[in-house]
């Protein structure tokens, strides 16, 4: 499987901005998909997952009420919508997936450093905002 993130950018505080991660390789309907977050000098942060195996959705305290993630299975891409975004929001951002069958739910995958073995991450994209 290969992702491959797009969206980010600079944006000022109170702003929106919506990272995609389009997969290929396989139908994203079979995983557990979260987007992952790493600032300069800290530890990376799950942020917002869904599980296919539970049919729950996870999101940090940080983040609750400002970022939505779904998925599009017809264009096989995971999306995070940011909303009301603040500077601390400044990080690289990364999308992964599991499979689903390997995941017991959106906190585990969000929560837990579960990814590897036999998952899959982004690249990354850098996501910038100013006071």
């Known amino acids: 499987v290969q992702l491959v993130e797009s969206g980010g950018g600079a944006v000022q505080a109170g702003g929106s901005l919506r990272l995609s991660c389009a997969a290929s390789?396989?139908?994203?309907?079979?995983?557990?998909i979260g987007w992952f977050r790493q600032a300069p000098g800290k530890e990376r942060e799950g942020i917002s997952c869904?599980?296919?195996?539970?049919?729950?959705?996870y999101y940090a305290n940080s983040v609750k009420g400002r970022f939505t993630i779904s998925r599009d299975n017809a264009k096989n891409t995971v999306y995070l919508q940011m909303n009301s975004l603040k500077p601390e929001d400044t990080a690289v951002y990364y999308c992964?997936?599991?499979?689903?069958?390997?995941?017991?739910?959106?906190?585990?995958?969000?929560?837990?450093?579960?990814?590897?073995?036999?998952?899959?991450w982004g690249q990354g994209t850098q996501v910038t905002v100013s006071s």
């Open positions: 992964a997936v599991k499979a689903g069958l390997f995941i017991d739910s959106a906190q585990d995958m969000c929560v837990r450093d579960v990814i590897s073995p036999m998952g899959y």
């Open positions: 390789g396989a139908p994203l309907e079979d995983y557990a």
């Open positions: 869904f599980s296919n195996s539970d049919g729950s959705t």
